[in-house]
T-cell receptor, first 115, second 112 residues
Framework: AQKVTQAQTEISVVEKEDVTLDCVYE???????LFWYKQPPSGELVFLIR??????QNEISGRYSWNFQKSTSSFNFTITASQVVDSAVYFC????????????FGTGTRLQVFP | DVKVTQSSRYLVKRTGEKVFLECVQD?????MFWYRQDPGLGLRLIYF???????EKGDIPEGYSVSREKKERFSLILESASTNQTSMYLC???????????FGSGTRLTVV
């Protein structure tokens, strides 16, 4: 069975702090994709990153970075120097090679960044 | 810019009513999805469609049906709305397997 766990329900930080959102996944597939989405108060899920299981390189995009570790089945997301505009719910998701029609979502982490 | 449009942002319906939630995409995508989002449960897949007139059950199809008569439109139907169907409903579309989903802004449905 496939599963995504985001153990942090809610995180609060003050602006300019760094914050890491954890994501742990379970799958029996050898080929799979991992995703992060951001859901601001407007409600629409905004795509942030997709990573396939063969690419374990960490990625950095501006203040965002992602740490993919197959050994621990984790795909953590770090925001450096957080800003108020980063306040949102963040979802980690997984899709497998045999059933890539379905995205399995974690329960989300609500991030609040205070000025 | 690609877009997925959900016809209503907020809806209030009475128990027992038949409810239609509409979703339209302008990207000529093959695949379309309906999710519901509830606090503490994340997004759960209700139904999806990979072609016109084709549909597949997701993880929680009970109490719902769907219709896809045209490629760009995917409708979610609550045959007889119940209070436990009060939720945020999100539609998404995807070009093909492994591609990224584009989501609509959601419809917050309240059943009273």
């Amino acid at each position: 069975a496939q599963k995504v766990t985001q153990a942090q329900t809610e995180i609060s930080v003050v602006e300019k702090e760094d914050v890491t959102l954890d994501c742990v996944y379970e799958t029996r597939d050898t080929t799979y994709y991992l995703f992060w989405y951001k859901q601001p108060p407007s409600g629409e899920l905004v795509f942030l990153i997709r990573r396939n299981s063969f690419d374990e390189q960490n990625e950095i995009s501006g203040r965002y970075s992602w740490n993919f570790q197959k050994s621990t089945s984790s795909f953590n997301f770090t925001i450096t120097a957080s800003q108020v505009v980063d306040s949102a719910v963040y979802f980690c998701a997984l899709s497998g090679s045999y059933n890539t029609d379905k995205l399995i979502f974690g329960t989300g982490t609500r991030l609040q960044v205070f000025p | 810019d690609v877009k997925v449009t959900q016809s209503s942002r907020y809806l209030v319906k009475r128990t027992g009513e038949k409810v239609f939630l509409e979703c339209v995409q302008d990207m000529d995508h093959e695949n379309m999805f309906w999710y519901r989002q509830d606090p503490g449960l994340g997004l759960r897949l209700i139904y999806f469609s990979y072609d016109v007139k084709m549909k597949e059950k997701g993880d929680i199809p009970e109490g719902y049906s769907v219709s896809r008569e045209k490629k760009e439109r995917f409708s979610l139907i609550l045959e007889s709305a119940s209070t436990n169907q009060t939720s945020m409903y999100l539609c998404a579309s995807r070009r093909d397997r492994g591609a990224v989903d584009t989501f609509g802004s959601g419809t917050r449905l309240t059943v009273v």
